[in-house]
């Protein structure tokens, strides 16, 4: 293995060229080194803006690319596993976006592939690096907060444009999909369980047909996780874990700003008037910073993934659940348990 980690970004998307692929720039332990784009132009153009020596008009090329260690995949939902698997034959370390796939059968077969070819392969969940998810989890297994037994969450944006890949229905649009798989991972990480059963109400978009507002129950094996996640709402998002004997809320707990301090409240004995909170504060840092340098870190063999795809196929078989659960009108349980 060379010094640093050798990145290759596939595909130029908004997100990846505005957030992710730039914090891979940052990393300390690992470089960007090529850009893929099906235009030539494109490629070159993000190359430059990101300081990669090098670009390909194709996909293809990045993968035959013997000197790229890990691909960088934040392709639209429907492309994470067909190249990610394309990767991974070709003998590449994976970090891809979420939701990883649009099935657990389509996780399952990632696994095949990362088993068969011995290689990384992970969900790009930033929030498990971040550190006031760590503290929280720590604070939650400390016992503080008495006995866990409740998850609140909300996560919503507006976005009606039809053109929007997230309001594609086919091809894994939706609130569900594209930010509700963020409370499933949140509670099934506080819990440290899978949910027995879930059950789902969702409202489509007449027109895109994609879940534009999204609420969930699951019941797990010592609580709850309850969730609202929406397409068509005024932005917002918060993150209550409740115990016993207190509560943890995370003032921004999915898309922790890069540019400033984030905070959680530690609210002891409930009073209403607030007097018993503490807010804990976390020195400004970049989750896709820490999530590129964790990842480096696997591949080097100093450190186990953050997100397995084992978890990420826990996940998928939730969210699978409560779609099925929104079909039937019951409560559905997550296949395997």
């Known amino acids: 293995m060379h010094n640093k980690v050798r990145w290759g970004v596939l595909g130029v998307s908004k997100f990846a060229m505005n957030k992710s692929a730039p914090a891979l720039c940052r990393c300390t332990l690992g470089e960007v080194r090529a850009v893929a784009s099906r235009d030539a132009a494109r490629a070159r153009a993000a190359a430059d803006q990101l300081g990669a020596p090098i670009s390909y008009g194709s996909y293809e090329e990045l ?8 691909i960088y995949n934040p392709l639209p939902n429907h492309m994470h596993v067909p190249w990610s698997i394309r990767a991974a034959e070709a003998g590449k370390h994976v970090l891809c976006e979420k939701p990883i796939g649009l099935s657990a059968a389509e996780v399952r077969q990632l ?34 907060l008495g006995e866990l037994r409740a ?38 990480y506080l819990f440290a369980a899978e949910p027995l059963r879930v059950t789902g109400l969702l409202d489509r978009d007449p027109e895109t047909k994609v879940d534009r507002l999204t609420s969930a129950l699951l019941e797990f094996p010592s609580g709850q996780c309850t969730f609202t996640c929406a397409t068509q709402l005024v932005p917002h998002q918060r993150v209550q874990i409740l115990g016993t004997k207190g509560r943890v809320e995370l003032e921004i707990p999915f898309n922790a700003p890069p540019d400033r301090p984030t905070r959680l409240s530690v609210d002891i004995g409930g009073a209403l008037d607030g007097s018993q909170i503490r807010i804990e504060s976390f020195d400004t840092v970049d989750q896709y910073v820490l999530q590129g340098d964790a990842f480096s870190r696997a591949v080097r063999g100093e450190t186990a993934l953050a997100v397995p795809l084992e978890n990420s196929l826990g996940n998928m078989q939730t969210i699978e659940a409560l779609f099925r659960s929104a079909e039937s009108g019951r409560w559905e349980s997550p296949a395997g348990f």
């Not at 229905?169 to 798989?181: F, N, P, V």
């Open 63 to 70: 993968l035959a690319d013997p000197d790229i260690d890990v």
């Open 111 to 144: 696994i095949e592939v990362r088993n068969r070819k011995n290689v990384r392969v992970a969900e790009a969940f930033m929030v498990r690096v971040h550190p006031q998810w760590i503290r929280a989890k720590e604070i939650v297994d400390s016992g503080e």
């Open 151 to 188: 998850v609140t969450g909300h996560f919503s944006y507006f976005n009606r444009d039809p053109k929007n890949i997230r309001n594609q229905r086919d091809i894994g649009g939706g609130a569900l999909m594209d930010i509700g798989c963020y409370p499933v991972y949140v509670a099934r």
